[in-house]
């Protein structure tokens, strides 16, 4: 028996003595998939031109050397992450990481083919794929309105390509054979004082609703909208508030997508997940770190991912809820960013499987908060650590820090020759 498989054994009776079946939490925790945004992995460039992110509010801070330029190179540093997170999971692509093989195609053309390259790769790595339509980095995105533009050739285009989009996303979930979701998140709003807030936001219900006119097989592909409370040039007012993404999508039957960092600071989204869940189907995520502002920092494992993960486990929301990640750093070797977030989540989702809900459950009805309080506390210093290293080890990653070497050893020999 390997010292990582002892250290469970001990682990798994100290959590058996409160109730808790260690084995039967990792069993659930293998069905979790999580979906690694691409635009990690080159801080939301993608390979349409080469300028890279230009406008839409958010920003990747940091030059850290080699950087994936071309669908290979990102598919490459993508398998490596991958290759250190325990589990199957997912990846989520944005509509400007199109593969058009040299030949220009616009936003309202892209279609399956342009994808191809993606869909046989995830494929080969048993990969689910998600999607995003892209309204930004783009001259009509330039003066901050798309879907909700005055101008009616510039809605028009955009309209075009959330069709696009979904279209792109129906063909990745027939041949995956697993449904994927299409986020759309656009940033349109003012910097400053608006007269009108309500013919914006008129407009973009009108434009999201010729988008979704199609009905496509949600077994194939499902739509979600994110709403935000500001970005850099928006401060005063987003069209797709909080208000109006969660009217609109109850209305419509779609998915809300909830991001960590798109309310007031002191706002956690943990505790909108019971509420929605009462109204919705189906829920996204884009699980996020916002510091001080929506910074879109590295996931770590923090009150605010215990919160997330908690919720979703304590009220059986993790069959209907999408856990895709939403950070972008370029200060740090960008695939371990992929892994310290991915890994860090999971085991989120690994210590709220490991509470004795019924017990805690039972307390809390019957007014013991003392005891409840209590235990929450005495839970913190179970032996977590070797669970967490038995099911990395259990399913063939490395276990601890060991993962950084194999990053290490990758940028020496393919990212600083980039
Ligand atoms: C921006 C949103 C959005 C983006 C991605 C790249 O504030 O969070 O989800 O981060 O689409
Ligand atoms: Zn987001």
Same mark, same amino acid.
């Given at each position: 028996?390997?010292?990582?498989? /002892?250290?469970? /054994? ?39 031109? @080469?300028?890279? =992110? ?22 490459? *540093?993508?398998?490596? &992450?991958?290759? =250190? ?5 997912? %990846? ?15 936003? *309202? ?30 001259? =009509?995105?330039? *003066?901050?309105?798309?879907?909700? +533009? ?15 989009? $979904?279209?792109?996303? #129906? ?27 309500? !013919?914006?936001? /008129? ?10 006119? #199609? ?18 040039? @928006? ?34 989204? &943990? ?6 869940? =009462?109204? @919705? #189907? ?12 929506? +910074? ?30 939403? %950070? ?5 070797? $960008? ?15 690994? &210590? ?21 309080? !209590? ?44």
């Amino acid at each position: 028996m390997s010292s990582v498989e /002892q250290s469970y /054994q001990l682990a798994k009776q100290r959590y058996a003595d409160l109730g808790v079946d260690t084995d039967a939490a990792l069993e659930q925790l293998s069905k979790i998939k999580i979906s690694l945004q691409c635009w990690q992995g080159d801080d939301v460039g993608g390979f349409e031109s @080469s300028s890279g =992110l230009t406008d839409g509010g958010i920003l990747a801070t940091g030059n850290y050397p080699g950087k994936a330029k071309n669908p290979s190179q990102l598919r490459a *540093d993508a398998e490596v &992450a991958f290759r =250190l997170i325990p589990g199957k999971h997912r %990846f989520s692509l944005h509509a400007i990481y199109l593969d058009n093989h040299g030949k220009k195609a616009e936003r *309202d053309e892209i279609a399956p083919e342009h994808f191809q390259g993606w869909i046989d790769w995830a494929k080969a790595n048993e990969l689910g794929l998600d999607f995003n339509p892209t309204y930004f980095s783009h001259p =009509l995105s330039a *003066d901050g309105f798309m879907l909700s +533009s005055a101008v009616e050739s510039t809605r028009n285009f955009w309209i075009r390509h959330g069709i696009a989009c $979904r279209k792109v996303a #129906e063909a990745m979930g027939k041949q995956l054979e697993t449904t994927s979701v299409v986020n759309f998140w656009a940033p349109d709003g003012y910097k400053d004082i608006p007269v009108d807030r309500l !013919a914006p936001r /008129q407009r973009m219900a009108d434009s999201l609703d010729k988008i979704f006119a #199609e009905k496509i097989d949600p077994k194939f592909e499902l739509d979600a909208l994110e709403s935000k409370l500001f970005g850099i040039g @928006s401060e005063t007012y987003v069209v797709g508030s909080h208000e109006f993404v969660m009217g609109y999508a109850i209305s419509r039957k779609k998915l809300v997508c909830l991001d960590a960092g798109h309310f007031h600071p002191t706002e956690t989204i &943990a505790d909108k997940l019971s509420s929605i869940s =009462l109204f @919705s #189907e189906e829920i996204l995520l884009h699980v996020s770190r916002p510091v001080r502002w929506d +910074s879109d920092h590295v996931v770590i494992w923090n009150d605010d991912l215990r919160g997330i993960a908690e919720e979703l486990v304590r009220n059986n929301l993790l069959k209907r809820t999408h856990i895709g990640l939403d %950070f972008f750093d370029a200060t740090i070797n $960008r695939i371990a960013a992929w892994v310290i977030g991915t890994r860090s989540t999971i085991k989120a989702l690994l &210590a709220a499987l490991l509470e004795p809900l019924a017990d805690l459950r039972k307390w809390e009805l019957e007014g013991d908060y003392t005891r409840r309080l !209590a235990v929450l506390e005495e839970l913190k210093t179970l032996p977590f650590g070797p669970v967490w290293d038995y099911y990395c080890e259990k399913n063939g990653v490395p276990v601890g820090a060991a993962w950084i070497d194999e990053v290490r050893k990758y940028e020496t020999d393919v990212l600083a020759k980039r």
